[in-house]
Each structure stands twice: as structure tokens, then as C-alpha cells.
């Protein structure tokens, strides 16, 4: 295998690795806002019970989250000069606004969240939660944005030619507020809201199904799917609008994410199918002129298909958006009609007696960090050819000092590490989880320790 | 190119850069300097301490990296790309060690079993030893130059990154964050831990006056360039001479048991080493060992003068307030370590 497609699986590999964290992070961060917001309010001590418990597992996955964050800052540098070079001018200042504004934010306040509970007040507290929950929506802004700019670039000229050629920002706001940031910004968050809230939701309806902590776990529960239940509903409008922005600035994208061809026709919604390439066409179930309906809102409106495009700038996987893009929309629905389910349920006061729907639960929390996972595929994989949307392609951003063989160490290396952290990262999760909320304080007091702190009096000086 | 005081916007984010680094070095110099040491501790109950002593605050400091990256990223592109591709398999290791830091922190109080806790200590004061002098290996061969070409492509072998000189600036970084992380840590402790560290902050700060004085040697006799400056403005002498003078006082302070002012010479002397490298790269960023022509400087490789004066803007605003919380959040955890039950 060559460096580009190497470079490729790696970036790949260790940035949907990280994924799985820091939307997990800014949901449970919201999540815990409104526990101890709720404890602040009403003095019950269950809801402060309810933020201490998940503040240990937001530390855990915040832990690794950061762990794994820093390392596509470094792989911009070391597998993809040419790239960091061509951007550096643009994407840099996004970068270090998220340095300052953001990163540095969350993790000054974790300290506090994580260790300040007998040092600060219980308002300071609160504060710094609401402090690393914003910190770290602050530090998606500016990747998405960061993202968004190779999506749809604005507000930039580009300078010089052949290798030498760069861009360089003419207008910083336009850069910011480039045609697609704002609307995928918000698909990002709500996203995220949608990870924490169904991790709540799965952790609380273990413990129902076990019998464990059920007065901890109902309220939890009923927490957890509030944020889902208006997550859920707000991310088909958001991503309605993200698909907006799509059909008018990357027509081949959304032409990949259809399998639609032929520009002179009507396009087709497909409920599921698969995309045959070599005779161009798209088989499956689907709605006659729904893609049409959606972006002009007429069913026989012609859609410009791949067909328009030449070979050479058409996304390389055309089955890979398409199923991404198909399985995203799966497990949105999917969330919907569970949590207004639930919702339901809930009002008629008979929730938590269905085992089986909290069976379910437990095992949903994975709907959201499949829809993640799969959202963030279309997008970029729908973008190659390119790394910059027309401007620069995949092939041409690579190191040029670097061999395919120093990637194969790197990819196997981490492959090698992320298995291990992964297997660590379950272990003390569950960990955790069975060891439940009750007596956080009597933790650390196991009985081998009882006995060193012993013998640490007696040798005293 | 614009300017500001009379200094033009390039030499600012150099400016900026190096004071990003610098604050990197005394921030998380002393937690992986008290990384580095932890092994010398041996009860469970002191390596607890030493690692809450740093547990609040280690996160923190690291984004100083990230930032300093970050804004190399986006000031000197074509230095990020250079210096990054050109060390691709040293970057890796140290990305594993920085990722098995920080996992070693968050995991080694998360199971009582003896094994256990003695498996990611070893962990975390191996990876913090190996940041440590890694990130001196990085700096040792930009100080004495890469071979890039034309295009800022590094053309040397894959482990030319091994040679003397950057080994010695490695194993002055080390033991350097060492002493640091010492004398924060006796800041940080009380009875018997406390007289415990006080013995490693002698024998760290004795390595580092071998090293440094070493490293000055070799400097002057085998490094021209990273003198020159000072050669030809004798002014300039007193930076090196207050260094030295900073060094004698960690010495005076931790005799005299004051560790505060100890660990504030020690901060002045990891400040006065980036002022020096400062002062002799500049307007260098990486000198090329193929031809001069090719150096990557504060003029030829940095971004346009609009992104730079965006970045600026930037800075000048959230670095003021990154310094208030930052502050606050240490003034929170200020005093000796008493571990409770949120504690590693």
C-alpha cells in the first residue's frame, strides 16, 4: 500500500477512535449541569449523589479523550505537510482560538470540577462545571469550523503555484462563518447532547434491571431522556439543514450520499439499497423524486448526479457515503421513536416496569456513537476527492519526506495502544458503573491502604 | 510587514511563540519533573501525594503544548510541516508516551491491587521521563539544524535525530524538569515525605549544574551559532550570567530551606535558557545543514500579515484570561496536599 492510502487508514483510524469521547464529554457535561443545577435548586442530596457519580465516569472519558486529542494536531505535521503548509495560513488561527478560548478553558476548570469539591463552594462548583461543559463546546466549534472551511471555503485568496501554492485569509469573519459552519457546528453538538444523554439513560436502566440504586437510577433516567427526547427531535431539523448546505455547495456529495447519476432527472430518496459502480446505477427501496422534494422542493425537479462530475472528482467510495449517510438517518429515527416512547410510557407512569425497553436502553447507548461514527464518514469521505473542497486534493497533501514504511510502524503502533486503552477504558468504565453511586467517599479506603496509612503513622517522626 | 512598537507582526508571533513554550516548560516542566522522580518515592502513601500534588493541575499545563503547537501551526506553517515530517517516528513515540502519561494518572488509583498501582507507576514515571528528554532531542537538532531542501522537505535518514549533541540538550532537559518537579513537590509535602524530597532536590540539582555546565562547553566549542549573538553584543552577557547567578540561588534557597523562592529561580532559569536560544535562532526558525539559503526564518515562512494580525488579536485577548483562571484555579489548590476521597 502506498503512504497516501496508509496516511489515510491511519487519520482515520485514530480520529474516529478519539471521536468516541468528546461528544460523550460535552453531553454527560450537560447532563451534570442540570443535576447540579437541579441540587443547587432544591437542596436534594440525591442530585448532588447524581453529579459526583457522573462526574467519575466524565472523568474517565474525558481522560482519554485528551489522550487521544492531541495526536491529529501532530499527524497534520508529520503525515500531512503539504496540507499543513497550504492551510497553516487559514486553519491555524481557528486552532489556536480553540487552544485559548476553549481547550484551555475546560482544562483549567476540570481541576476544580474533579477536585474541588471540599475546596470551593458549591455555587464555584457549579460554576466550573458550566466552565468545562462550555470549554469543551467551544473547543467543537472551532474544530467543526476548522472542518467546515475544508468544506466550503470562504473568506480566503490562495497565493502562489504548483507546490508553492497556499491560502491565505483575506476575511476572518467569513472564514468563520463560512456557508456550512454554523449548521454543522450545531449537528455536531446535538450529537454530542445525544451520546451523554443515552449513556445516562444506559447506565440508569442497568441499574433498574438489576434492582440497584432505583431511586438514583429513575431520576437519572428521567434526566437522561429529557436531553434525548429534545436532542432527538432537534437533529432532524439540524440535519435537514445540514443537508441543505450540501445540496448547494457540494453537489456531488449529496448526488454520492443518493446514488444519484443522471443530472437531466428526477432524484430518488432511498429507504436502503446499495450503489453497483460499474453500470452507475443504485438498486434498493425508495421514495420517487423524495431528493428532489427535499432540495427544491418539487418531486420532479432535476438533481445534478454524478454522472455531471468527471470521474476523477467523484468521491472514491460511493458505498461508503451512501451507507453512512443511510445508517445515520436509521439510528436517527431510531432515537426518536424510542425516547418519545419512553416519553409516553413515562406519563402513564408504567416506564420503568417494561424490562425489556430498558434491556433496550441499556444497549441504545450505542445509537448515538454509531450516528457519530457514520455522520462524520459521510462527510468526509463524500468530500474526496478532495481535502479542501476543490482546491486541494487528498493525493496532493501528504508529507513528501515521508515512506510508507514509518507509516506502517505509526499505524500498527497505534492500533496496538488504542486496543489496550480501549480494553482499559470498558474495564473501568464497568468498574465503575458496578460499583454504583453509593459511598464514593469510603473508595479509596480499601484495606490495603488502611494498613499503609498506618504504618505511615507509626514511622512518623 | 506591519508593525507594532516598531516590532513587525512575524517577529511578534515569534515572541508569542517561544513565551507559549516557555510557560509549557515551567508548567509542565514540574509535573513531569515530579513524574520523573516518582519512582524514587517508595510508600504508597508518598506516591499518592506526589501524584495529587500534580493531579489537579497537570491538564492544564500540558495545553500550554497543544497551544504552543498550535500557534507554530498557525504562525510558521511550513516550520510545523519541516519539523514534524522530518521527525515522524520520534513524534510517535512520543505521542504513545504522552497518551500512556495521562492514562497512567487517570487509572492507577482505580484498583487497590498492588501490581496494579506499581504497573502505571512505572508507566507514568517512564513516559514522563521519556517527554522530558525527548522533548529536549527535538530541541537539541533544531538547535543544530536540519537537512531540508528547497521546499522545507527534511532529506536526512530516518535516525539522524540520534547524535550527541541533541542526547546532551535530552539529558539536560531531564534532569533540569527533575530538579523543577522536586522542588515543587517538597512545596507540595510535609514530615517525612518532605525530608525525603528534600535529599532528591539536592542530588536532582547537582545532576542538572553537571549537565547544563556540559552542555555550555560543548556549546561554545562545537556550536558557533548558538553564540554568535552574544559575541558580538557584549550587553548581551548578562543574560548567561544572570542564569548563573538564578542557578546559585536554587542552591541558596534550598540550603536555606526556602523551596517557594527555590522553585521561582528555577522557573527564572528554564526562562533564561528559551531567552538565550531565542536570542541566538533568531530571525531563525531551522537552520538548513544543506545551505543557508534554505532556512526556514521569521520572514520566509510565516503566514500572511491579516492572519497574523487575527492571531494576535487573538492572543491579546485570551491570554489575559486564560492567566486569570489559571491562577485562580492554582490559588484553589494552593498549600500541602491532604488527600480525601476525590483524590487519585
Not at chain 1, 466550573?128 to 485568496?157: C, D, E, K, R
Request: glycine content about 8%; hydrophobic content about 50%.
Amino acid at each position: 500500500m502506498d503512504v497516501e492510502i496508509l496516511s489515510r487508514i491511519q487519520f482515520a483510524f485514530t480520529i474516529s477512535f478519539h471521536y468516541i469521547y468528546p461528544p460523550l464529554s460535552i453531553g454527560l457535561g450537560l447532563n451534570m449541569v442540570l443535576m447540579e443545577g437541579m441540587f443547587l435548586k432544591t437542596g436534594n442530596p440525591l442530585f448532588e449523589k447524581q453529579t459526583r457519580f457522573f462526574t467519575k465516569i466524565f472523568a474517565l472519558i474525558f481522560g482519554v479523550g485528551v489522550a487521544t486529542g492531541i495526536v491529529m494536531e501532530f499527524e497534520f505535521g508529520t503525515n500531512w505537510a503539504t496540507y499543513s503548509k497550504y492551510v497553516g495560513d487559514v486553519f491555524g488561527s481557528a486552532l489556536a482560538a480553540e487552544g485559548i478560548f476553549a481547550f484551555a478553558l475546560e482544562s483549567g476548570f476540570l481541576g476544580i470540577l474533579l477536585f474541588g469539591w471540599n475546596k470551593v463552594s458549591p455555587k464555584v462548583h457549579f460554576f466550573s462545571t458550566i466552565m468545562v461543559t462550555l470549554g469543551s463546546m467551544f473547543s467543537a466549534i472551532w474544530i467543526v469550523v476548522a472542518n467546515s472551511w475544508q468544506q466550503t471555503p470562504a473568506g480566503y485568496h490562495i497565493v502562489g503555484q504548483g507546490l508553492e501554492a497556499r491560502a491565505e485569509i483575506t476575511d476572518f469573519w467569513a472564514m468563520v462563518f463560512n456557508p456550512s459552519s454554523v449548521e454543522r457546528v450545531i449537528h455536531v453538538w446535538i450529537g454530542a447532547f445525544l451520546a451523554g444523554s443515552f449513556l445516562v439513560m444506559s447506565i440508569a436502566a442497568y441499574y433498574i434491571i438489576k434492582g440497584r440504586h432505583l431511586e438514583f437510577a429513575k431520576r437519572s433516567f428521567v434526566i437522561g431522556m429529557s436531553v434525548g427526547l429534545l436532542s432527538a427531535y432537534a437533529q432532524l431539523f439540524s440535519g435537514h439543514k445540514a443537508a441543505d448546505v450540501v445540496a448547494d455547495y457540494q453537489p456531488a456529495k449529496l448526488a454520492a450520499m443518493e446514488g444519484h447519476f443522471d443530472s437531466s432527472s428526477r432524484a430518488d430518496m432511498y429507504l436502503f439499497g446499495y450503489i453497483n459502480t460499474r453500470d452507475e446505477k443504485t438498486h434498493g427501496v425508495a421514495i420517487p423524486g423524495g431528493l428532489s422534494f427535499l432540495t427544491h422542493g418539487d418531486f420532479n425537479a432535476p438533481v445534478k448526479g454524478l454522472k455531471a462530475f468527471k470521474p476523477e472528482d467523484r468521491p472514491g467510495s460511493l458505498n461508503i457515503v451512501f451507507q453512512s449517510y443511510h445508517i445515520m438517518i436509521a439510528v436517527g429515527i431510531a432515537m426518536i421513536v424510542l425516547t418519545t416512547w419512553a416519553f409516553i410510557l413515562y406519563r402513564r407512569k408504567k416506564l420503568f416496569e417494561k424490562k425489556w425497553l430498558m434491556h433496550v436502553f441499556m444497549w441504545s447507548v450505542l445509537l448515538p456513537q454509531i450516528g457519530n461514527q457514520v455522520g462524520w464518514y459521510t462527510a468526509e469521505t463524500g468530500r474526496q476527492p478532495w481535502v479542501v473542497y476543490g482546491l486541494l486534493r487528498t493525493s496532493d497533501a501528504l508529507s513528501a519526506s515521508v515512506k510508507a514504511s514509518q507509516v506502517v510502524f505509526s499505524l500498527i503502533l497505534f492500533t496496538l495502544v488504542y486496543a489496550l486503552l480501549f480494553i482499559l477504558f470498558l474495564y473501568l468504565l464497568n468498574k465503575k458503573i458496578q460499583h454504583g453511586p453509593e459511598g464514593l467517599a469510603e473508595e479509596m479506603h480499601s484495606p490495603h491502604l488502611e494498613e499503609i496509612a498506618e504504618n505511615f503513622e507509626k514511622h512518623r517522626l | 510587514m506591519a508593525t507594532f512598537l516598531g516590532i513587525d507582526y512575524a517577529t511578534w508571533w515569534y515572541l508569542v511563540i517561544g513565551a507559549c513554550f516557555t510557560g509549557y516548560a515551567i508548567l509542565d516542566g514540574f509535573d513531569l519533573g515530579a513524574g520523573a522522580v516518582h519512582l524514587f518515592l517508595k510508600k504508597e502513601e508518598s506516591r499518592r501525594i506526589a501524584l495529587n500534588a500534580i493531579g489537579p493541575i497537570w491538564d492544564g499545563n500540558e495545553v500550554w503544548l497543544v497551544i504552543g503547537g498550535g500557534a507554530l501551526f498557525a504562525g510558521f506553517p511550513k516550520v510545523y510541516a519541516s519539523v514534524f515530517s522530518a521527525f515522524y517516528i520520534p513524534f510517535y513515540l512520543f505521542l504513545v508516551a504522552l497518551i500512556f502519561r495521562a492514562i497512567s494518572i487517570e487509572f492507577r488509583s482505580k484498583e487497590p491491587m498492588i501490581w496494579w498501582r506499581k504497573m502505571w507507576d512505572i508507566s507514568y514515571s517512564v513516559s514522563s521521563m521519556l517527554i522530558a528528554f525527548a522533548l529536549g532531542l527535538v530541541l537539541g537538532n533544531v538547535l543544530i539544524g536540519l537537512a531540508i531542501d528547497r521546499e522545507g522537505n527534511y532529506t536526512g535518514s530516518t535516525w539522524d535525530f540520534v547524535n550527541p549533541y541533541s542526547l546532551l540538550v535530552g539529558a539536560t532537559t531531564l534532569a533540569l524538569f527533575m530538579m523543577h518537579g522536586a522542588i515543587y513537590l517538597v512545596m507540595k509535602t510535609e514530615k517525612r515525605l518532605y525530608t525525603r524530597l528534600t535529599i532528591i532536590v539536592k542530588n536532582t540539582t547537582i545532576t542538572f549544574a553537571i549537565t547544563i555546565l556540559l552542555l555550555s562547553f560543548y556549546t561554545l566549542l562545537y556550536v558557533p551559532h548558538l553564540s554568535h549573538r552574544i559575541k558580538e553584543n557584549s550587553w548581551l552577557f548578562f543574560v548567561p550570567v544572570a542564569m548563573v547567578l538564578a542557578i546559585a540561588n536554587i542552591t541558596r534557597n534550598i540550603s536555606r530551606q526556602k523551596y517557594r523562592y527555590a522553585f521561582l529561580s528555577s522557573s527564572v532559569v528554564i526562562s533564561l535558557l528559551l531567552i538565550i536560544i531565542a536570542v541566538e535562532l533568531y530571525p531563525n526558525l531551522v537552520i538548513s545543514t544543506i545551505d543557508p539559503a534554505y532556512d526556514l526564518t521569521v520572514r520566509n515562512a510565516s503566514s500572511s500579515e491579516k492572519s497574523l494580525g487575527v492571531m494576535l488579536t487573538v492572543a491579546a485577548i485570551g491570554v489575559p484570561l486564560v492567566a486569570i483562571y489559571t491562577t485562580f484555579v492554582f490559588w484553589t489548590f494552593k498549600g500541602k496536599v491532604k488527600l480525601d476521597e476525590m483524590s487519585y
